[in-house]
């Protein structure tokens, strides 16, 4: 039988990967859910689409015993190992 392949190329330990394989997955566009977490009773400032607002280690803007990571903040990129850096990073 016939598979077609997808191709992608990449980075990985800053050396160039070409990867190919039967089917392809890139998630994209995801938003984030804060809306019914009560941030206005605790002084978090957020934007619906964009997530709760933070500084550059992750707390929040208006309350600073308030941190957020991964997809809820605002402006930094949605990945997963984004989420695990900047986890690190509040609990240090």
Do not use: F, W
């Amino acid at each position: 039988d016939h598979h077609s392949t997808t191709s992608a190329d990449g980075e990985k330990n800053a050396e160039k990967t070409n990867i190919e394989c039967e089917c392809l997955l890139v998630a994209a566009g995801r938003s984030p859910n804060v809306e019914n977490l009560n941030l206005e009773n605790a002084n978090v400032a957020y934007n619906a689409k964009k997530g709760i607002l933070v500084d550059d280690n992750a707390r929040s803007t208006t309350n600073p015993n308030v941190y957020s990571v991964g997809d809820c903040t605002a402006d930094v990129p949605r990945l997963t190992h984004m989420s695990g850096e900047m986890a690190k990073v509040v609990v240090q």
